[in-house]
């Protein structure tokens, strides 16, 4: 993977700050994207200076647009990690809005699909390229954590990913998913100190390996479809959920 470019969204923090810095460590060049930039920042002081920083809001479609416009064809990336998501607040199906939904799609599968389809002709130019999106396994199944919105709009990430992949088969460009369970990071952590302890101890119950993923678990996931051993896999949900939902 030496000599590839990445671009790695969500790279402030999480999942998305994990995988920046083991690309990175790999050789990939790797430009990490967020609306965070002092998160974006920190994150990125003990890489190397070479690891470049964007703050960009990938929500904001015309802001990418521009972005990517004014870039030679020679930087636009070989490896796109599509980790931009969130919105896992616990809000009973009755109580759901529109807007609920509108805020669920935005988060979660705007920035996906408009720096897709924007990076994707110069893979294909290349006959290589790598896109890895993260869903969830709230996509895959239903969500003990969240509500229906954000089940809704991971279930539209892994939508997209298999007609992208079908799409993009004969091109060198891969295109898979990820369906992480319940990860420690930090907000899933700050979420959990703020639950009942009762409810807490419920979950934990659920978990078949009765603890919390870490993130270099999900980060493995994601960077072995980033490399050229998995050109042959498109298409693909990988599940890192310690058992939760086998299917």
């Known amino acids: 993977m030496s000599g590839r470019r990445a671009w790695v969204t969500g790279a402030a923090s999480g999942i998305g700050a994990g995988v920046a810095r083991r690309l990175t460590d790999l050789g990939v060049e790797v430009v990490r994207i967020d609306h965070d930039g002092e998160r974006l920042e920190a994150t990125g002081r003990d890489l190397p200076i070479g690891a470049e920083a964007v703050r960009l809001d990938v929500t904001a479609t015309g802001a990418v647009v521009e972005h990517v416009a004014g870039l030679d064809r ?24 529109e807007r609920d939904l509108t805020e669920a799609m935005t988060a979660n599968v705007l920035g996906c699909f408009t720096l897709t389809r924007l990076c994707v002709p110069a893979m294909c130019e290349r006959r290589w390229g790598r896109v890895v999106n993260l869903a969830s396994i709230a996509g895959r199944t239903y969500s003990i954590f969240s509500n229906a919105a954000y089940v ?27 369906a992480h369970g319940p990860i420690a990071t930090e907000r899933l952590l700050a979420a959990r100190r703020e639950m009942d302890p009762r409810r807490r101890e419920d979950l934990m119950r659920r978990l078949p390996m009765g603890r ?24 693909c949900v990988v599940d890192v959920n310690g058992g939760l939902h086998i299917a």
């Open 74 to 97: 020679d930087r636009l990336p070989d490896i796109l990690v599509n980790c931009v998501g969130g919105d896992t607040r616990r809000i009973p199906l009755t109580d759901l809005t």
């Open 212 to 235: 919390y993923g870490t993130v270099d678990e999900a980060v493995g996931a994601v960077v072995h479809l980033c490399g050229e051993e998995a050109g042959y896999t498109t298409g």
């Open 152 to 178: 809704a709009a991971k279930a539209a990430v892994i939508g997209y990913t298999k007609q992208c992949a079908y799409e993009l088969a004969s091109s060198g460009v891969t295109v898979n998913a990820v």
